[in-house]
């Protein structure tokens, strides 16, 4: 049984942080890909941050330099730390995991207004 949990979202105000987690529970094998998805009202889900095994990242345009995504293998958990929010950063972020399956968390609301 593969659950992703997030947690770490809330109200900040422009210009500040926050911190997501994603806690992995049960065992995941063959892992190609973990990740962070957002999605605002009335918008496709978009990819925010991706890590491979490899430690290799990448982001979308619209985060880089504010976003960095990370794992830790001990706590088994892939973090987002996020800089200075914009409020169109406003959305639900989940956590991914892609093995020849794909596994998503529940999602946690990130809203940026003042």
């Known amino acids: 049984q593969v659950q992703l949990v997030e947690s770490g979202g809330g109200l900040v105000q422009p210009g500040g942080s926050l911190r997501l987690s994603c806690a992995a529970s049960?065992?995941?094998?063959?892992?190609?890909?973990m990740g962070w998805y957002r999605q605002a009202p009335g918008k496709e889900r978009e990819l925010v941050a991706g890590?491979?095994?490899?430690?290799?990242?990448n982001y979308a345009d619209s985060v880089k330099g504010r976003f960095a995504i990370s794992r830790d293998n001990a706590k088994n958990t892939i973090d987002l730390q996020m800089n200075s929010l914009k409020p169109e950063d406003t959305a639900v972020y989940y956590c991914?995991?892609?093995?020849?399956?794909?596994?998503w968390g529940q999602g946690t609301q990130v809203t940026v207004s003042s």
């Open positions: 991914n995991v892609k093995t020849r399956f794909a596994y």
């Open positions: 049960g065992f995941i094998s063959n892992i190609n890909f």
């Open positions: 890590i491979t095994t490899s430690g290799r990242t």
